[in-house]
């Protein structure tokens, strides 16, 4: 687009210095007297002969006299010729500018053959800078000259060059209108070979998105090639209705029109034809997965193919017939073809031959399922490749590993492989094998959820593009980075990426990648909750995708403000922007009618949010008929969509017979589910499982939401199994089927089973969790551990063997559309007494003004500042966080009165419905699995109407699951019962960057915690390791030795992804070992033995909230082997925390009791400091003894 602009100006400049004059000077030419007439005519044989002669310089002195002596026709040759040498030497700018001229004076001199030359060069110049819509106007002008002079050969030359000029404009109406133009002409000259070509164009033209239209020229063709005696075309048209009813999936017209087609053929004396036609037939029954029929052509493909030596479309028979026996599991036939695919290689002793063979060989493995014999066929395909030096093959080979490897989850060996690749490429100077293989491995750990790995390739990348200067690959890159960052959750970060990427788009004039960058920046900024910047930015997004008239673009824009729109819960501006979409979808007619369908289900939705049914069934209504027209050019999908929103709407409205009815045309349509991968097969069960429980059909949902489970419980027992797979990935892969669990819950309720919903509860949580702490806890067995998940009678018996009164909450969520984030509409509660009775209660959580997510943070934004609580927060602060100034906070925090409301609100909604049913002694235990957001609440906190706090009533611990506590429970066993201490307090602190790329700054000293670390040091008989002495290196080897360890000093949070949450030890400066941090992945990988950890600093309990629980800190301690482990949920102040702790060891060591030990400093705390910021953070997850 630069150059065309660059030419546009300078022909400008060149027209206006050089066509004014020429043209001006004309009209003296009729008046010049007789002996100046004479004179001029030796001049014209003077510039006919050097006009002659062809180069540059003669074409100019031509030009020059031509223009002396007035001589139209010579000025317009000369013109064209140096047009013609300027396009040779490719100097576009001067050939346009001397068409130009020559246009305006053979305009003049009123000849429509020379214009019309004229006109076709202008033209033609226009189709080679690629410029279409100048192309099509010259060429519009040609056809009006062409009908003037009634020249309908030309005409309808010009009407081909039209319609195919807006082919390549993606504008098929226009295309087809000028074909239709072309149809007419060809029937009004009664030039039947044209008319057979334009039918046959016609035909192609719908074929792309109108199969009926497709069909119905073709059967035009069909008669007029018969007339003509065209057996050839007859034949082309023939398989042609064989594919297209192969994609429509009319078997019995496949059947049909091949026996046609076959018959022809064999009539034709080039056997070859035949050929074609069978390797057609085969492939229409493949596509319609009748894969006995599609077998019977191959084969009969390669015994023709064997018959003709047609070696290349035997080995291609051989292939197909390799993987069609595969998907049918056939796997002894697909051997034997797989053999004589390469014996027919083999023979002809061609090394590249053979590679070829064994790469398609692989494939074919791999397209019918059967990833591990495709790795046999590339891993024969590496060697060989290595053993003849073959580095292109080799470099292919390596690549195909990587993803087959990805198909088959194996991320160890995708990593080997695409190291390997990346060794090759850079010894060789490959820059584009080098970027391809660095993406490739980006990917790779960002799957594995190892982000600073994905962080470090992508900048690599980038490093590649500055040092080659490639722009196109820093703007790809930096985007990429905010991708990244995005997923992380760093969206400070993600947009000053998006910006860096957005400078380079405008830079380069790269309209889209400029659009899709200010999308990207509004999104980013709308999950910081900076809606005004979001909106700027979302609206910057639509004018861009307006300037690049691109009706698709245009529509997402739309679509994406009505969704701001909507989450902002502005439904009639969102609905305005949603019509917007409409009727511009409408006229969009590259994504053959998807759009509007899509529109059209948005508006349904819409609707159905404001509970208006009848407008909402009408678009569901016109969502579904528009989807039922496409379904062949896309899939089933798209009508499954509609049809899930209209059972919803149905059973919202009440109308359960018409929502029963959309639900079994659901049913019908997906049970392809069948025939899918096992990750596609959980994925999609989970979907329609969904979809029929939000439409009210219960017991069909169960039967999916169980099937799903059951299809990703084998796939958990595979990733449990490999080393490959670290703890994040495994939690990242959990996350995907929770919505499972969650809804066959809510199934299970509505159904009346209690019992068995809790079962479900139990299972769809931590599961990863309870893998981990199994594997450690079995880790002598010698088969791999496989823990199945809790029955009925198993989890009463843990709450006998904790002698407990276990509560465990779910949270239950609507799915309406994948648009909008789900949202709370119910609160389950399970009360498990020591004697085995189980009581449900649930709470309806629609009605709530302040969602419980919003009130549990308004709740803790109040309390959750305190030790280090300066610039050095002792939290790693999430960038987007919008924090008050610490001293507002605490101003705020005490001067709240004694009855907190927050507080209460959430005991209402979480303690009130069940108070009834939790023990009457306070020393009881009573032990809270919480859910999601209830991991950040305070229960010891909670107050009741007569502001009495949960902790005066009862001792409280917690749990991620009833499963932990068993395995907890049984753990316990095996730990240490001696008195070994660790205590640490106050180390010198390390330096950490709080925020990414920023200089790192010491974190702030703790004195109060040296004071309390010794206090507690001497309780326990041993000596506080304070100052230089706690390296990391030190309190690494002394963890798996002692039975208590008691840590004082800083925990900093990452709650993007938990595992980078740590503990703050004093850095060995002498070594110079690492920053002092001890993370929460680095003591996953430990083995330890202590009954009891004290992380007595902020946030240690917090971390990550996933389906699987916390991950940081904790959940590390307790996987390690630990029995139980103190944490907080907050910043705790200094000297209270000291004092709590001091209560708590003299407390544990009167009675063996660590949470009524914690209850009893509780207490005692706040009788000296009231506020519950000073006590209620700490909280005991694990074993009570």
């Known amino acids: 687009m630069l150059y065309k602009n660059i030419y546009i100006h300078a022909v400008v400049i060149i027209i206006t210095t050089v066509i004014h004059p020429v043209v001006a000077n004309l009209s003296p030419f009729f008046n010049a007297p007789k002996a100046v007439a004479q004179t001029a005519q030796e001049r014209k044989r003077q510039a006919d002969t050097l006009l002659q002669k062809r180069d540059i310089e003669s074409l100019q002195a031509a030009l020059t006299i031509y223009q002396e002596i007035r001589n139209q026709e010579g000025i317009v040759a000369a013109l064209q010729m140096l047009a013609k040498r300027h396009q040779y030497q490719k100097e576009y700018v001067k050939e346009i500018a001397y068409l130009q001229q020559a246009l305006v004076i053979v305009k003049q001199l009123q000849q429509p053959e020379k214009e019309l030359e004229v006109l076709e060069a202008i033209a033609n110049y226009y189709r080679r800078q690629d410029n279409y819509a100048k192309t099509i106007e010259y060429f519009q002008q040609m056809l009006v000259l062409a009908r003037q002079i009634n020249n309908p050969e030309r005409e309808f030359n010009y009407l081909d060059r039209i319609s195919r000029a807006y082919s390549l404009l993606k504008d098929d109406a226009k295309s087809i209108e000028s074909l239709q133009q072309m149809l007419v002409l060809a029937r009004r000259i009664n030039n039947q070979d044209k008319e057979l070509t334009v039918l046959q164009e016609l035909a192609a033209a719908y074929g792309q998105n109108n199969y009926s239209q497709a069909m119905a020229y073709y059967q035009q063709v069909l008669v007029l090639a018969k007339k003509l005696q065209k057996p050839d075309i007859e034949l082309k048209v023939l398989t042609r209705l064989v594919d297209i009813h192969g994609y429509i ?81 056939n796997q002894k036939q697909a051997d034997i073809y797989a053999r004589d695919a390469l014996i027919l290689a083999q023979k002809k002793s061609q090394t590249n031959q053979i590679l070829e063979v064994l790469n398609e060989l692989a494939w074919a493995y791999h397209s019918g399922g059967n990833y591990h014999k495709g790795l046999e066929y590339l891993q024969q395909m590496l060697a060989l490749a290595q053993q003849s030096q073959n580095q292109k093959q080799e470099l292919e080979a390596l690549n195909d590993l ?234 089933e999908d798209v009508v499954s969509s509609s049809l899930i929103l209209l059972g919803t709407i149905y059973y919202e409205q009440g109308n359960y017979s018409q929502s029963l009815k959309y639900a079994q045309k659901l049913l019908e349509i997906e049970n392809i589910t069948e025939k899918l991968t096992t990750v596609d097969q959980w994925q999609s069960l989970k979907d329609i499982g969904i979809s029929l429980a939000e439409s009210g059909h219960f017991t069909a949902a169960e039967k999916k939401l169980r099937a799903s489970i059951q299809q990703y419980e084998s796939r958990r027992k595979k990733l449990n199994n490999n080393q490959t797979y670290n703890d994040t990935y495994k939690v990242s892969s959990f996350e995907d089927i929770i919505d499972s669990y969650r809804t066959l819950q809510k199934v299970l309720i509505a159904q009346n089973q209690p019992q068995s919903a809790l079962e479900i509860a139990e299972q769809g949580r931590s599961r990863v969790f309870v893998d981990l702490l199994a594997k450690r806890l079995f880790s002598k067995q010698a088969t791999p551990v496989n823990i199945q998940p809790l029955n009925i009678s198993q989890i009463q018996r843990v709450a006998q063997q904790q002698k407990a009164t276990i509560v465990e909450y779910s949270i239950i969520r609507r799915y309406w559309s994948d648009t909008w984030n789900p949202q709370q509409s119910e609160l389950y509660i399970w009360v498990v007494k020591p004697t085995g009775e189980i009581i449900f209660r649930q709470v309806d959580l629609k009605s709530l003004k302040t969602p419980l997510k919003d009130l549990i943070r308004q709740t803790r934004q109040l309390i959750n500042q305190g030790r280090g609580s300066n610039k050095n927060n002792l939290t790693i602060k999430r960038l987007d966080n919008h924090e008050a100034p610490i001293k507002d906070v605490v101003s705020q925090v005490e001067s709240l009165p004694i009855n907190h409301r927050s507080l209460q609100q959430l005991h209402q909604l979480l303690i009130a419905p069940i108070a009834d049913l939790l023990p009457n002694d306070p020393n009881s235990h009573v032990i809270f699995i919480p859910q999601d957001e209830l991991f950040l609440v305070p229960f010891p906190a909670l107050q009741d109407a007569q502001s009495k706090f949960l902790i005066e009533k009862h001792t409280i611990l917690t749990a991620p699951a009833i499963q932990i506590l068993d395995l907890t429970y049984q753990r316990r066993k095996l730990n240490r019962r001696d008195k070994s201490a660790l205590v640490v307090g106050n180390p010198t602190m390390p330096k950490v ?193």
């Not at 492989?417 to 820059?431: G, M, S, V």
């Not at 060891?1145 to 509780?1162: E, G, H, I, N, T």
């Open 402 to 635: 990587g993803k087959f490897s990805d198909s088959l989850e194996d991320y160890a060996k995708v990593i080997y492989y695409y190291h390997q690749r990346l060794k090759i490429a850079r010894n060789t100077q490959n820059q584009e094998i080098e970027l391809e293989t660095l993406k490739s491995l980006t990917n790779a750990y960002l799957i594995l959820g190892d982000y600073v790995k994905a962080i470090d390739y992508e900048q690599q990348i980038l490093t590649v593009g500055k040092k080659s200067r490639d722009r196109k690959i820093e703007l790809e890159s930096l985007r990429s980075l905010g991708s990244i960052y995005s997923n992380f959750e760093d969206y400070n970060q993600a947009i000053n990426y998006y910006q860096q990427s957005l400078a380079l788009a405008r830079q380069l004039k790269n309209s889209e990648d400029e659009r899709m960058l200010v999308a990207d920046i509004a999104s980013g900024y709308f999950s910081l909750k900076n809606y005004t910047k979001a909106l700027e930015y979302f609206q910057q997004s639509l004018i861009l995708a307006r300037q690049d008239k691109s009706k698709r673009l245009e529509v997402a824009q739309l679509k994406e403000i009505g969704d701001f729109y909507l989450a902002r819960n502005d439904s009639v501006q969102a609905i305005s922007y949603f019509q917007q979409a409409l009727e511009v979808a409408r006229l969009d007619k590259e994504s053959k009618g998807l759009d509007e369908q899509s529109a059209l289900e948005t508006l349904g939705y819409a609707y159905l949010e404001l509970g208006d049914y009848t407008k909402a069934i009408s678009y569901a209504q016109q969502s579904l008929e528009v989807a039922q027209k496409i379904t062949k050019i896309y899939s």
């Open 249 to 329: 999936g009319d078997e019995v017209k496949v059947s049909n029109y091949a026996q046609q087609s076959l018959a022809l053929a064999r009539q034709l004396p080039n056997k070859e034809r035949e050929l074609e036609v069978l390797k057609d037939v085969a492939f229409a029954y493949q596509i319609m997965k009748n894969y006995p029929k599609a077998i019977d052509y191959y084969k009969q493909t390669l015994a023709l193919a064997k018959q003709l030596n047609e070696e290349l479309i035997e080995s291609r028979a051989l292939l197909k017939l390799v993987q069609l026996f595969v998907k049918i599991e």
């Open 993 to 1185: 960057s709080f925020v990414p790329g920023q200089s790192p700054e010491q974190l702030s000293p703790l004195p109060e915690a040296e004071t309390e670390a010794q206090t507690i040091a001497q309780m326990l008989g041993t000596k506080a390791l304070i100052g230089n002495q706690p390296t990391k290196a030190t309190v690494i080897s002394q963890l798996p030795k002692v039975n208590i360890i008691h840590l004082a000093t800083h925990g900093l949070l990452d709650d993007r992804r938990g595992l980078g949450s740590s503990i703050a030890l004093a850095p060995d400066v002498e070594k110079q070992e690492g920053n002092g941090l001890l993370t929460a992945d680095e003591i996953l990988n430990l083995q330890l033995n202590a009954e009891l950890v004290v992380l007595s600093a902020c946030d240690t309990g917090m971390g990550k909230i996933t389906g699987d629980g916390v991950i940081g800190l904790s959940r590390s301690f307790i996987s390690a082997g630990v029995a139980s482990v103190l944490v907080s949920l907050w910043a705790v102040p200094d000297a209270p925390t000291a004092s709590l702790m001091t209560e708590f060891y003299r407390s544990w060591q009167q009675q063996p009791d660590k949470a009524a030990a914690l209850r009893q400093a509780m207490l005692v705390t706040m009788q000296q400091h009231p506020h519950p910021k000073n006590w209620a953070a700490f909280t005991i997850i694990g074993e009570a003894e």
